[in-house]
């Protein structure tokens, strides 16, 4: 598994019963998880006295109980970047904190590359993987289909000291902007994406990612440049195994550029526990 353990602002405090209570900066947070499906051994007073717990609707999503007064938003560090967390109607805060594996991975990988690079981040969301690129000296489009989720991470960006730096922002549907990318003989040296398990196309297109993520990386492969560093896939899709996405990139990539692939999982260590909590998979291809 590949941890994601030089948190500072974050930790994992404990786990059990299907939720975990996370320290983001100066508040505590009690969220559902559904990898959690061993027993709570004791609900402990920081249990019971958290900042806020979400609570899950019968009819689908849920909502957030403040127990203490939260901000609007505030600010977390993971070593030279910053984010803004603002807990959502969605369970989620606005970051993944357990991608921090992948970004000390990426950031190590562009500082070496001893030559310009050009990354593309696709389903970028607020734009961890952005910052990490951007803050390693790289140049990056990041693409989202969300409006809210382009302005987050250029808030994010002017946190980190980033805003001025070569990150050009896209709103539009991935699939699209990859088939005009092609078109135009725009090359990256990086591609990074996250794809979601379902999703809906600009024109009523149903996207599966069991049936569609091999064609979409293999469209990807196209606007690669001659000499790629890295693709990098992450995965929250339930039942998936790792090795389907090095399986998936060996196939794409391996006949033209080479290289060297590598799945695992990636997930967070449980400070009470000392267990590691199961967040997600990965696959990479590097030159």
């Known amino acids: 598994m590949q941890v994601a353990e030089n948190w500072k602002d974050y930790e994992v405090l404990d786990t059990g019963s299907g939720e975990k209570l996370e320290r ?3 508040f505590v947070l009690r969220r559902p998880d559904p990898q959690i499906i061993w027993p709570l051994k004791k609900e402990t007073e920081l249990w019971r006295k958290v900042s806020a717990r979400y609570h899950r609707s019968s009819s689908g999503g849920g909502q957030w109980e403040e127990l203490v007064k939260l901000p609007e938003h505030w600010t977390i560090a993971y070593k030279e970047l910053r984010f803004r967390i603002k807990p959502t109607s969605f369970k989620h805060t ?3 904190p357990e991608q921090a594996a992948n970004w000390d991975w990426m950031m190590d990988k562009i500082r070496k590359a001893g030559r310009p690079i050009r990354v593309l981040n696709l389903f970028a969301y607020t734009g961890g993987a952005t910052m990490a ?11 989202d289909a969300a409006k809210g989720m382009i302005q987050w991470a ?6 980190s000291g980033l805003a001025e730096r070569p990150i050009r922002y896209i709103t539009d549907d991935v699939f699209k902007f990859v088939a005009r990318e092609e078109r135009r003989g725009s090359r990256y040296d990086a591609i990074i994406m996250d ?5 809906r196309g600009p024109n009523g297109e149903m996207w599966k990612l069991e049936n569609d993520l091999y064609r979409f990386v293999d469209s990807c492969t196209r606007i690669l440049s001659d ?16 090795t389907v996405l090095t399986n998936i990139l060996s196939l794409a990539l391996r006949d033209r550029f080479g290289g060297t692939m590598t799945s695992d999982e990636i997930g967070l260590p449980i400070t ?16």
């Open 94 to 96: 606005g970051l993944f």
């Open 227 to 242: 000499s790629p560093l890295f693709f990098l896939i992450n995965s929250y899709t339930t039942g998936l195994s790792a």
């Open 272 to 287: 009470e526990s000392g267990l590691n909590l199961p967040c997600g998979i990965l696959g990479r291809w590097e030159a």
């Open 195 to 199: 794809p979601p398990s379902y999703g």
């Open 133 to 143: 690129a951007s803050a390693a000296g790289a140049e990056v489009v990041h693409v």
């Open 24 to 26: 983001w900066g100066g």
């Open 154 to 159: 250029k808030e994010n960006a002017a946190l």
